[in-house]
């Protein structure tokens, strides 16, 4: 890895990005995300790391992918904006466009950016 490399993974850090180590575990290697301890050491030397992705969220295809996604994480959604307020809905219809609530209806490109009540985003993680 190089110093341009390293600097990016460090800063990154520094700004409260998560970032991931590669360990091997099991005959296989995997990316695990390391814990948010102020005070971790870097071994850029002996071990990979890099800038944890956001993973990429494609709207529910129609309602029944909505509602396939509901019997596993359950009905409730939170709307609030960042998920700070834990502001749980309940839909109260699906349609083919999108789901509606009492206050207002999302479609499933727009639902997406919220969260379902166990903290998975509401979409398909690609």
């Keep these: 890895m190089s ?3 390293q ?3 460090l800063q990154a850090y520094k700004n409260g990005k998560l970032i991931e180590i590669e360990v091997f575990d099991n005959g296989y290697y995997l990316w695990i995300t390391l814990n948010s301890d102020k005070d971790y050491t870097f071994d850029f030397r002996n071990n990979n790391y890099r800038i ?3 993973p990429k969220i494609r709207p529910y295809k129609d309602a029944k992918e909505f509602l396939e996604a509901s019997k596993e994480h ?3 959604i939170d709307t609030s904006p960042l998920q700070l307020s834990n502001c749980y809905n309940l839909p109260i ?3 083919p466009d999108g789901v509606r609530f009492v206050h207002r209806a999302y479609s ?3 639902i997406k950016k919220y ?3 166990d ?3 509401c979409g398909i993680v690609e």
């Design 74 to 76: 359950g009905l409730f």
């Design 7 to 9: 600097i990016k993974i």
């Design 108 to 110: 499933f490109s727009e």
């Design 115 to 117: 969260h379902w009540q």
């Design 119 to 121: 903290g998975t985003p």
């Design 3 to 5: 110093i341009d490399e």
């Design 93 to 95: 219809y699906v349609s």
């Design 52 to 54: 944890k992705q956001k």
